[in-house]
């Protein structure tokens, strides 16, 4: 697969903006979060596991997701990742997947983790950057937030310690 000149020049610019605006995570997690009037329908849920067979959330219902998108460059996701992992251990009832926006790499994405100590959250993949546009994300990290019903609730856009008491409650509202 070729990677188009205009993705890399949009590529660099996402990198420039996450150096330049996230560097420090924001004590308020407020100003990182988003959360939907009317909850957002998803239509299509797909990415690969770390053996990049396919995952379908597309249906999936009964619990809170959280949909977080890193990369091993980005040291606001660097900084997040291991609160990311807490919350999914003090709350297994919130489910976590840890998407990898990079070209699959298992050893780099194994690194990573390794690296900043995270060692229970599974390793995802989006290979063809599908869910980038599905979300019309414009940077990393961001966190999609799913409701019991399968719909978009919120999303949170940069850094936060997701294990912050007021982000918390404002899970415990879905569950």
Known sequence: MKISKSFKIYIHIIFVFLI???LFASDDFSKNIVIHEKPKVIKELKFKDFNLQDVDLTNKKGN????NFWASWCMPCRREMPSLE????????????AINMEKPNKLIAKDFFQSIGV???DIYFDPD??????????GL????????????FGRVVGEINFMNKDFIELLKRYI
């Open 64 to 67: 809170i997701m959280i949909i």
């Open 119 to 121: 060692a229970s959250l």
């Open 20 to 22: 330049t605006k996230n």
């Open 129 to 138: 950057f599908k869910l980038v546009k599905q979300f019309k994300m414009r």
């Open 141 to 152: 990290p961001i966190s999609i937030l799913i409701d019991k019903n399968g719909k978009e």
């Open 86 to 97: 807490k919350l999914s251990h003090k709350y297994p009832e919130i489910k976590v997947y």
